[in-house]
Nanobody, 130 residues
Framework: QARLRESGGGSVHTGGSLRLSCQVSGVAVNNACMGWFRKAPGKEREEFAIAMIGNDGTEYDDSVKDRFTVSRDNDKNAVYLQMNSLKVEDTAIYSC???????????????????????WGQGTQVTVSS
């Protein structure tokens, strides 16, 4: 089992930036597909990761493409989400998750759908105000 812990959330104004971190233990981040999900106030958690990284590269939801960047540091065993040009509608609890059955290499692919992920962090709050 993997353990994930997010940090870096906070409150910013529209157009601001935040960098979220996900510290991972129990699995190497380059031996899993890692996704970032979010849950907006009053809504269910989005079914598809807004950003995902695996050995086959990265993928983004259209809502964050060109604004958010997902990366990982294999030495620190951590995954990051750099969020720029934040909008009010980005306000949410952001959680990282790990799919340990796929890596994006060795014949496996990473998927953004939430049911592929079985290891989740507690989440970190991001609030964007105008």
């Amino acid at each position: 089992q993997a353990r994930l812990r997010e940090s870096g959330g906070g409150s910013v104004h529209t157009g601001g930036s935040l960098r979220l971190s996900c510290q991972v233990s129990g699995v190497a981040v380059n031996n899993a597909c890692m996704g970032w999900f979010r849950k907006a106030p009053g809504k269910e958690r989005e079914e598809f990761a807004i950003a995902m990284i695996g050995n086959d590269g990265t993928e983004y939801d259209d809502s964050v493409k060109d604004r958010f960047t997902v990366s990982r540091d294999n030495d620190k065993n951590a995954v990051y989400l750099q969020m720029n040009s934040l909008k009010v509608e980005d306000t949410a609890i952001y959680s990282c998750a790990a799919d340990l059955r796929h890596t994006g290499s060795d014949g496996t692919s990473c998927y953004r759908r939430d049911f592929m992920y079985h290891n989740w962090g507690q989440g970190t709050q991001v609030t964007v105000s105008s």
